[in-house]
């Protein structure tokens, strides 16, 4: 199947009903245009000029992102999402799961709520260039295995199998025992400098990401910068955790699922019905849109996590942030 490119708007939405359906209208075929780079624009994202006054001073406020943490949790239904997983491995994807499941709802999301994606650095309110979404995997499940970070990037019309082929390639060139990223290079380059220059070194790395001016090699290398940061929990055997967001980067929102569990529930007939759920619990940045948005964007989340059936399809359409 061909894939098609989805029209982008300059409109939010408001309600969290929206049709993630393809079609094959001509406007399907449209391009995402390009936006001139303005003056208070950082090289990872564009300043939002048209915010409502209290959205432009909650982030001095609220000045470090530690401050502004909200915290949420909520369980997926995951019976059509496991059945899904079970066809796409019989397709010959061999190691389809779940994480790919939740990582192509969210790119929809993204899609469909531009604003989650946006993030604040220098007491501004940005929205972000690119989707890409960070992930910390080991090498082997080992207790003393090394730890490496992936980024990706993906595009808001990608569906499960790009998020798929993507993400994979991704884990497969960076997660190869005894080879050295360069994200990790960096790591060590840093270790050179002795303990109380690297206090320094860091408060200078502060310093130029407040203003927008870290080198794009380093943005595009870090593991704080980014859309969302997503761990699981489930590869480990335990229920989700409450994870910190930092105050370093820009993430805006961090993720993290759960092992699969077993519910047997009754229905309103006496009836006992099996279900398999995963828990979820996320923690955001509650400056980057106001909590009506969050929710919408979450419960358009979860019914795409839940009817993952849709996510083989692009977007009918793309919304793009406000200016």
């Known amino acids: 199947m061909s894939k098609k490119t989805a029209p982008v708007q ?4 408001t309600s969290n009903d929206v049709n993630t359906t393809s ?19 950082r090289k990872d994202g564009r300043k939002l000029r048209t915010l409502q006054a209290m959205n432009k001073i909650m982030p001095y406020i609220m000045a470090r992102r530690s401050d502004a943490c909200n915290t949420f949790a ?10 899904l997983c079970r066809q796409k491995v019989k397709e010959g994807m061999t190691s389809f799961g ?24 220098g007491q501004k309110i940005y929205a972000r260039n690119e989707i890409s979404v960070v992930m ?14 992936i980024k990706v990037v993906f595009e808001p019309t990608d569906t499960l199998d790009d998020v798929y082929r993507k993400f994979n390639k991704a884990v497969e ?17 840093l270790l050179f400098i002795p303990g109380l220059f690297l206090r320094w070194t860091v ?38 955790i409450y994870h910190h967001i930092y105050d370093f980067g820009n993430l805006p929102v961090f993720l993290s699922y759960g092992a699969k569990r077993t519910s047997y529930e009754l229905d309103a007939e006496g009836n006992v019905h099996k279900r398999r759920y995963i828990d979820l619990k996320a923690v955001t940045d509650e400056r980057i849109c106001d909590g009506y948005y969050f929710a ?13 059936a849709q996510l083989n399809f692009p977007p009918e359409v793309v919304y793009e942030d406000i200016d």
């Open 296 to 308: 919408s964007a979450f419960k358009f989340f979860k019914r795409m996590a839940e009817n993952p």
């Open 136 to 149: 910390v995997v080991k090498r082997k499940m080992a207790i003393d295995a090394p730890d490496t970070t």
């Open 203 to 240: 408060k200078l790395l502060f310093f130029l990401d407040y203003f927008g001016w870290l080198p794009q090699a380093l943005t595009k290398l870090s593991p704080f910068h980014g859309s969302m940061i997503i761990t699981s929990m489930g590869s480990l055997g335990i229920k989700p």
């Open 23 to 41: 079609t094959d209208t001509a406007t399907a075929q449209a391009k995402k245009k390009k936006r001139r780079r303005r003056l208070g624009d």
């Open 98 to 121: 779940m994480l790919h499941v939740l990582l192509a709802a969210y790119v929809r999301t993204i899609s469909q709520y531009p604003a989650v994606n946006r993030f604040v650095n």
């Open 10 to 13: 300059e409109i939010t939405p």
């Open 74 to 83: 909520d369980s997926l239904n995951i019976s059509r999402a496991d059945a």
């Open 173 to 189: 060139e960076n997660a190869v025992e005894g080879e050295v990223n360069a994200f990790d290079k960096l790591n060590k380059g």
